[in-house]
């Protein structure tokens, strides 16, 4: 699969998918990307398609996808694949000491760190991420998602992937 509707905005990338399964095959394709310790936040509203996208990355991780599921009332869900895959939500997480009391970002230095709602507490994420963000349409199933790197190691996975687009 290749997002259609892919456009170039400088260092920020936006591609589309129309189903949940594409939404699975750009995750996966991202997870083939990973060298181990990138940072990914998820933002977008209910139902946009997070937790599918993270289910087609720990596709491309080795990690056998049906072992995903919502971490939202566990916050943290632990795989390991070909790199060790932290799976987090932060939907229901209003205190930002939570994380620290909670060892939330720990894990090795190889371990890829993939936050669902990190909007919530935009404090406390570590400086060099990739934000990838699901909004809806422009027709009904849908998504648009923009990605944005703030530092380099983000920046070198969004190249890697973008060359596996062609784009
Ligand atoms: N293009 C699309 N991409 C992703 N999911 C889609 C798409 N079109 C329809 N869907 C449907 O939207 C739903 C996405 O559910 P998912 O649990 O992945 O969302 P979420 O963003 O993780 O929600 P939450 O905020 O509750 O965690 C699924 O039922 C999926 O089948
Ligand atoms: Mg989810």
């Known amino acids: 699969m290749t997002p259609r509707g892919v456009t170039d905005a400088g260092i920020r990338w936006t591609c589309t998918t129309s189903s949940a399964d594409q939404t699975w095959d750009t995750g996966r394709v991202l997870g083939a990307c990973l060298e181990g310790g990138e940072v990914l936040t998820l933002d977008g509203e209910l139902g946009m398609g997070k937790t599918r996208f993270v289910q087609g ?72 991420r990739l934000s990838i963000r699901f909004t809806p349409g422009p027709a009904s199933d849908d998504r648009t998602i923009t990605w944005s790197p703030t530092g380099p190691v983000a920046e070198r996975t969004l190249r890697a992937l973008r060359a596996r687009h062609g784009t």
């Open 57 to 128: 990355l720990a596709d491309g991780l080795g990690i056998p996808p049906d072992h995903v599921t919502s971490p939202t009332f566990a916050v943290r869900h632990d795989h390991q694949g070909r790199l060790p895959l932290a799976h987090l939500d932060f939907y229901r997480l209003v205190d930002p000491d939570e994380i620290d009391w909670l060892d939330l970002l720990d894990g090795v230095p190889q371990t890829v760190i993939a936050i669902e709602w990190a909007e919530k507490l935009p404090t406390t994420l570590p400086a060099d």
